[in-house]
């Protein structure tokens, strides 16, 4: 450090515009400074990968800390698995002959009726199997109909032309397909006419009000199936449920089991029904989701007209933590840690350059300012969404082996689910961190963009989980604010068919998965915006 | 001309305060050009418009005869520094050229050569929190060198510098503007540029006051003056002022004496016997020239009050 160093050097060519290369991308080089201002400050890495970190020792011991037992030693569950490869229930009274090969099922429906557990003293008693405790009523997702099913295992194929409690006529199949026939319930003013034809995997369903005029409410394709199919009649009713408290203790529920009964009369059958008469039968009978035990049910027949009754639900399971199954999602639960640290290392990234002065020799360096926001959310946007991958990719096969070890049941999903969710933990970070630069450079001090972000992320997911507004409320919070984007984690899907309590505590979300995780892509789109439009309009 | 600074007609106010008010000069190549002016004369307000970083209300700045913001990559044409504490400080002094060599498309052999050439050795892979007022600057002249440029545009880089690297840095830039680059730098203090600048903007209240050449102003601020080393200075001063010269005492034994010349004072000095050690051919100082040029403007040098010179820090 003496004068003798002051010397510069000076290159043969003489240095000026003509000098440069034409045509490079200046925002590769944009890019490549702003990469390089990341990796050069050892805490914004580290704040990766503590968020990281966070995500998976949180859902570590969210496992480690839930056991499950039944009397001496883990559970062992029965789950059925239906097609589609998800958990479903299968429990419902059947009816039922063999039909070989193609043919039809047809039959007029004058009653659907059914029982729910009694109500004392403002409260709903649990039914445990005392009939005398039940009072007339039905369920909203009540049914009872005909039915072309694979075999009668749980979780077989199947499609079905029923009449419900409240939604109408519907054609269902496979669990989770759902199709609205005409509205109404079944009477005997205004009977219901009722068609299955199958043809090879093909399998329509028709409704009729007067047994001359048909309409066809779908058709269904379920494949393989076998040759020689179980089809009958059929009666099921799901779990009564009532939310009894609701605070910041979660909330509660008491209920019980339900049965349903339908009548029917001018059975008419097409095809080859081998002879040996029908035959009733309870398929299935509880389940990790179904504490109740069902009813079991029966039928009887007298000259053409058949009654029966049933308990019980076919349709996919998905039941929001109440039991003891879980969903593979509850593996992610520390993601929204991993996010307030992705969140504060988001908004220094930029903020740092206020504080410091720095970022008049950012612009200086690359004048064209949007540019400089793009490349830095690219960058935060990069090491956010490899901070989510890795922790995902550790976490799910890391918590869930440990619920089960400690007795859980995990329901299964698909493998594009299970991709699904690990891009998804890793994009939702990804965008929280572009969200957080960009509020960070429009407001320019660290600790007011950093309070900011975590109060519009972190403050509705917590109302909405400790349920502090009522539950509609929650909803629209989960719809609209940042938070809507943790729905991509959703592992089991929202059927409108199945009658249950949607809540985010349980990792149920309003939106699907993919419009809740465009809500929070708005989000960040708007602050970019938002921070572009300032930067260039501003003196640096 | 097309590889120079040239400002011409700049207004720029923040509220109600007018920063600059049709400030217009050019920075010429092969000379060390001092930008100089008291504290808020609109220094580096100008320096951040030529940067593109503050946009003018009117007028314009150009850079080799293009906007800045049309720049590609605009270090390659002018290297500046407008605060060396601009540092993030967990980042290593290389870090920080690290990055800004990569938004310019160029290597990290361009950052260790640079390195090398501001004497940072040895700091370069510490965190720049820890360095001292003195290695900033040399970082920042690193990074103002990075890209090889013509233009060099330096804001009060003597500020906080030790007496070596005040030596250092006069040699330095002495050196740029010895290959043929353009230098501009700031001062407030004119003495820090007596021995630097070959050219001189003065600038006051956001306008030059004056664009001339460094000889040309000592010339016209030492107005044929002569200085007298004497130990009877009363007696001097007495036979001097009879002789019809204005006599100024300057300290204890030597006086300012203007209307005589050289010759004609030993003549009269050494007529009335009075001894005498030195007689010489007066040369003022810069700041005195400054202070002769700058009379006329009385008023801004009667408003001690004005607003700081880095608006921006006023503005944080």
């Given amino acids: 450090m003496t004068a003798g160093t002051a010397t510069p050097n000076r290159p043969e060519t003489r240095p000026g515009h003509g000098s440069e290369p034409a045509g490079r991308d200046s925002f590769g080089h944009v890019l490549w400074a702003e990469w390089t201002k990341f990796r050069t400050v050892r805490g914004w890495v580290i704040g990766m990968v503590v968020a990281g970190l966070l995500t998976v020792l949180v859902g570590y011991l969210s496992a480690a800390g839930s056991q499950t037992g039944c009397g001496a030693g883990p559970c062992h569950f029965y789950v059925p698995v239906g097609p589609g490869g998800e958990a479903v229930t299968d429990s419902f009274y059947f009816v039922h002959r063999p039909l070989a090969g193609n043919g039809s099922i047809t039959v007029r429906m004058t009653s659907l009726t059914g029982k729910l557990p009694s109500a004392s003293g403002g409260r709903v008693q649990a039914g445990h199997g005392a009939q005398s405790s039940l009072h007339p009523g039905l369920e909203p997702w009540s049914k009872a109909g005909i039915i072309i099913k694979a075999s009668t295992r749980q979780g077989s194929a199947y499609a079905a032309v029923l009449a419900s409690g409240d939604n109408g006529v519907r054609m269902q199949y496979d669990y989770t397909g759902d199709i609205a026939g005409p509205p109404g319930r079944p009477s005997a003013a205004s009977p219901r006419w009722l068609r299955l034809t199958r043809s090879g995997d093909t399998i329509a369903g028709y409704e009729s009000a007067d047994g001359t005029h048909w309409i066809r409410i779908g058709t269904a394709t379920l494949a393989g199936l076998p040759a020689t199919v179980q089809a009958g009649l059929f009666a099921t009713s799901p779990a009564h449920s009532v939310t009894t408290s609701k605070g910041l203790a979660g909330s509660s529920a008491t209920g019980g089991p339900t049965l349903a009964t339908g009548v029917f009369d001018h059975l008419g059958l097409r095809g080859a029904w081998p002879a040996g008469g029908w035959r009733g039968d309870v398929i299935g009978g509880g389940g990790p989701s179904n504490p109740y035990p069902v009813q079991g049910g029966g039928y009887h027949q007298s000259g053409g007209a058949f009654t029966v009754t049933g308990s019980g639900d076919i349709a996919p399971d998905m039941d929001w933590g109440a039991g003891p199954g879980r969903s593979i999602q509850f593996a992610l639960v520390g993601t929204f840690f991993g996010l307030i640290a992705v969140v504060v290392v988001g908004a220094m990234y930029i903020t740092a350059e206020y504080r410091r002065g720095l970022i008049r020799t950012t612009l200086a360096a690359s004048p064209r300012r949007g540019r400089i926001l793009a490349a830095k959310a690219i960058v935060i946007a990069a090491a956010a969404f490899v901070a989510g991958l890795v922790a995902a990719i550790v976490a799910i096969p890391l918590a869930t082996r440990i619920s089960r070890d400690n007795g859980n049941y995990i329901y299964p999903v698909n493998a594009l689910t299970e991709v699904r969710l690990v891009a998804g933990t890793a994009a939702v970070l990804a965008v929280a961190a572009v969200l957080a630069m960009a509020v960070g450079a429009a407001l320019r001090r660290s600790a007011i963009a950093v309070t900011f972000v975590i109060v519009v992320i972190v403050l509705p997911y917590l109302i909405a989980v400790t349920n502090l507004l009522p539950l509609s409320g929650d909803q629209w919070l989960l719809r609209l604010a940042p938070v809507a984007g943790f729905s991509i984690q959703q592992a089991i899907p929202n059927y409108p068919q199945v009658s249950n309590v949607c809540s985010p505590a349980g990792g149920c979300y309003p939106l699907p998965p993919w419009a809740g995780f465009v809500v929070l892509c708005a989000w960040a789109a708007a602050a970019l915006a938002l921070a572009v439009v300032l930067l260039r309009r501003r003196d640096a | ?316």
């Fill in chain 2, 1 to 316: 001309m097309d590889t120079t600074i040239e400002v011409s007609g700049v207004h720029k106010r923040f509220g109600p305060t007018v920063a600059l008010d049709g400030m217009t000069f050019t920075v010429q190549p092969g000379r060390v050009t001092g930008f100089v002016g008291p504290n808020g004369a609109g220094k580096s307000t100008t320096m951040r418009v030529i940067l593109g970083l503050d946009a003018p209300d009117e007028g314009s700045a150009l850079v080799g005869g293009r906007p800045y913001q049309s720049l590609r990559h605009p270090m390659r044409y002018i290297g500046s520094l407008l605060d060396a504490s601009a540092l993030q400080p967990s980042r290593s002094g290389r870090g920080h050229l690290l990055w800004l060599a990569h938004s310019q498309g160029l290597s990290a052999r361009r950052v260790d050569e640079v390195i090398g050439q501001a004497g940072l050795e040895k700091a370069a892979r510490r965190r720049a929190g820890g360095y001292s007022l003195g290695m900033r600057q040399r970082l920042g002249i690193a990074a103002a060198m990075l890209g090889d440029p013509p233009v060099i545009m330096l804001d009060e880089p003597f500020n906080g510098l030790d007496p070596e690297g005040i030596v250092w840095m006069r040699a330095f830039l002495a050196a740029l503007a010895a290959q043929g680059r353009a230098v501009l730098v700031s001062s407030h203090l004119m003495s820090e540029l007596e021995d630097t600048a070959d050219h001189l903007v003065v600038v006051g209240r956001g306008k030059v006051i004056a664009d001339i050449s460094m000889a040309e102003l000592i010339a016209a601020a030492s107005g044929g003056r002569v200085l007298v080393r004497t130990s009877a200075r009363p007696k001097a001063l007495t036979v001097l002022e009879d002789a019809g010269a204005t006599v100024t005492a300057t300290s204890h034994d030597t006086l300012t004496v203007a209307g005589l010349s050289a010759e004609r004072i030993v003549a009269v000095l050494t007529e009335n016997a009075v001894p005498f050690s030195e007689v010489a051919a007066h040369r003022a100082s810069l700041e005195q020239a400054y202070m002769d040029l700058t009379s006329d403007v009385v008023e801004y040098r009667a408003e001690p009050a004005l607003p700081r010179d880095n608006t921006a820090e006023a503005r944080r």
